[in-house]
């Protein structure tokens, strides 16, 4: 069961170079449930041929003025009506300038002047193509209606051999921005931080004390929270992961500053989702030059980082406070523990032993645990986790703010 099941997009590919990065997209959208409805102009059929989105999505492909559902003379009214989204990438210059400015001469912008329902657009062209005055005035004029989404574009290396922003973003994220259009909006209004990744701890210039958390149990939280109309603040120690589509990410290195940045955001948080793996002990001193190795062996002296969450819980407000527990063997005994001791609303238990559970996997096996006891959740992928996770949130809130 995918996020999009059921959802009727259509799939608009206009006539750029990138176009043939839009096969991925239309098999990511496909294989979450969506049915999608590839749209092309006649330009972007010469870059990729319709065959191609057909058996990616199970549906003949439209180009031009269309054909396949152009009997009635009526196909842009269909689609306009069936349409739960509108997703045009590439989108060019020229089909931005078009649909600015209200021109409809084939079957993609008729279907967009035609409907009422979001429209994501993710521009592709040269660097000085869009930093054009004509094209600018364009997008700010798009970017004035509401239903008008804009994703990218990045910046990077152009096919013309620029460098530059024009590049069209990653399919991966398109996607993302399409799933969080189409989510039920149950965070809508509310402020969230979650904190993710491990931390490290200098012992000098090129080595660190750290742990083996790879921070995508907390970017999927991150993700879910957006998907639900949050404001989402990722504070992220050290990974090697993209941030989500519409989180804003704070990237920090230790656990002192971790520290420092959750403080600075508390007061305007509604709900904190600690998933970090934040180190325990760190150096008591660092030093300025790389340790030598010394025959003797090396004994470090250790001190105990600043306890976030136990800090976070006196001066929490009406924010409400989701712990971690990574453990190795039952974890519920210690979430119950750390539920009472640091005055936390709900832990999400762990055994990080178990080789599907553990860091740097993509399922895990966690336990809810609150003031009325523990639930167990079956193995699932992190996302699902996240959003079952974020399940028992909402109905929390809820009860908080009744």
């Not at 993302?176 to 931390?199: H, M, N, Q, W």
């Not at 750290?210 to 149990?217: A, D, L, V």
């Not at 062996?297 to 001190?303: P, R």
Request: hydrophobic fraction near 45%; aromatic fraction near 4%.
């Amino acid at each position: 069961m995918g996020l999009l099941d059921d959802k009727f997009i259509v799939l608009g590919v206009t006539g750029g170079i990138a176009a043939y990065r839009t096969c991925e997209l239309a098999r990511m959208l496909s294989k979450d449930g969506a049915v999608v409805q590839a749209v092309l102009t006649e330009a972007a059929a010469e870059m990729v041929g319709p065959v191609t989105f057909q058996a990616l999505t199970g549906w003949p492909a439209e180009v031009g003025r269309g054909g396949n559902l152009a009997a009635s003379g009526m196909a842009h009214i269909d689609l306009s009506r069936q349409a739960d989204l509108i997703v045009i990438a590439p989108a060019t210059a020229n089909t931005l300038a078009k649909i600015s400015w209200g021109l409809a001469d084939n079957l993609l912008t008729t279907t967009v002047l035609a409907s009422t329902c979001p429209v994501i657009l993710a521009p592709a062209m040269n660097t000085r193509m869009w930093e054009n005055p004509l094209t600018k005035e364009n997008v700010e004029r798009l970017q004035r209606l509401e239903r008008m989404i804009l994703v990218g574009p990045a910046s990077g290396s152009l096919a013309c051999g620029d460098e530059g922003p024009g590049r069209m973003e990653e399919p991966e994220v398109i996607f993302e921005a399409v799933r969080t259009v189409l989510s039920e909006k149950d965070l809508s209004g509310t402020r969230v931080l979650v904190t993710a990744g491990p931390t490290r701890e200098p012992l000098d210039p090129v080595r660190y004390l750290s742990n083996r958390s790879s921070g995508k149990m907390g970017y999927a939280l991150a993700a879910a929270a957006v998907r639900r109309g949050a404001k989402v603040t990722l504070i992220s120690g050290p990974t090697g992961l993209e941030a989500p589509w519409g989180a804003k990410l704070v990237g920090v290195e230790t656990a002192a500053e971790m520290a420092r940045v959750v403080s600075k955001h508390l007061a305007k948080c509604d709900l904190l989702l600690m998933a970090a793996a934040v180190a325990d002990f760190a150096p008591k001193k660092s030093a300025k030059k790389k340790v030598k190795k010394a025959k003797a062996g090396l004994s470090i002296a250790l001190e105990k980082t600043t306890d976030i969450l136990a800090s976070v819980a006196k001066q929490k407000g009406k924010c409400l406070l989701v712990g971690f527990a990574a453990e190795t063997g039952n974890p519920v005994p210690e979430a119950k523990r750390k539920l009472k001791a640091k005055k936390l609303d709900l832990v999400v238990a762990n055994d990080v032993s178990l080789p599907d559970a553990g860091f740097d996997v993509d399922t895990n096996r966690v336990h809810l645990v609150d003031k009325k006891g523990a639930k167990k959740l079956p193995l699932l992928p992190k996302e699902e986790a996240a959003e079952r996770i974020l399940d028992r949130v909402v109905l929390m809130l809820k009860a908080k703010r009744r």
